[in-house]
């Protein structure tokens, strides 16, 4: 049984809490947000929620231990939990999208001491679409690719995993197409352009709780691992495919 912290309490993180709670081999311990917006709490199934404002979270985690944390906050957050990751050896995972060149290379540092996993997108289906692309752009490397995402009405951003479906590609970020209309979740597409076919490949996010069923997927993967590592979500995946194929 794995124990959790959930580092980020917003919308993603509300529907990964959900999903953590269900789980029969893993336990949702506790939660924290950048503040406490109010006194010290508990959750939907009285998990506590705690403000990182108003703790200390070396002393947090001594009195409270975890074996994994799971971020869905911001790319800043991982400087206020990177070292205790490190000293503790906990399992982490980070499913931010937008973090620094800067905080990405220190998320990879981590690796060296813990078991980390870093994707800006964890469902399940948007990396099965990852392996797909690849694999038809290694058989037809002259094709035209257009990439579209689409995403609810107030994200800035261009989409993390468009730019990750575009470097997984060999294709420049202009090839990505964005659109934020009303209420979606999230939406991507790969579109290959032969002279006399097109293929599309697509992956619609309907509910924020998909985030949960890849982080929980993660963990368990993670446990597997025999040593400290840095892993992406498809590294993740190759593996248990592999492993699936060599048990056939």
Do not use: C
């Not at 790319?75 to 499913?95: D, F, N, Q």
């Not at 994200?155 to 009303?182: F, M, N, Q, Y």
Request: glycine share 10%; charged share 25%.
């Amino acid at each position: 049984m794995l124990k959790i912290g959930l580092i980020g309490y917003g919308k993603a993180g509300q529907a990964v809490a959900n999903v953590l709670r269900d789980e029969p081999d893993l336990t949702l311990s506790w939660i924290a947000r950048g503040t406490t917006r109010g006194a010290i709490g508990n959750g939907a199934g009285s998990t506590p929620v705690i403000g990182l404002d108003q703790i200390k979270l070396a002393d947090w985690l001594d009195a409270h231990p975890v074996d994994a944390l799971v971020d869905f906050s911001g790319p800043t957050a991982v400087r206020a939990y990177g070292e205790e990751v490190r000293r503790r050896g906990l399992i982490l995972v980070s499913a931010i999208s937008a973090y620094s060149d800067l905080d990405s290379d220190y998320l990879r540092s981590l690796g060296a001491n813990a078991r980390v996993m870093g994707s800006p997108n964890i469902t399940l289906g948007i990396n099965f679409l990852i392996l797909a692309a690849k694999l038809l752009r290694e058989v037809a490397p002259h094709a035209d690719i257009a990439i579209l995402e689409e995403h609810f009405r107030d994200k800035p951003e261009v989409s993390g995993t468009a730019r990750k479906i575009a470097r997984s590609l060999d294709v420049k970020d202009a090839s990505i197409t964005s659109l934020r209309l009303g209420g979606i979740v999230g939406h991507h597409e790969v579109v290959f352009g032969f002279p006399y076919q097109t293929v599309r490949l697509s992956h619609d996010s309907i509910r924020r709780e998909a985030f949960g069923t890849g982080a929980a997927f993660a963990l368990r993967e993670l446990a597997k691992q025999t040593g400290p590592g840095f892993f992406t979500f498809e590294d993740l995946l190759m593996q248990r495919m592999r492993n699936q194929w060599l048990e056939a």
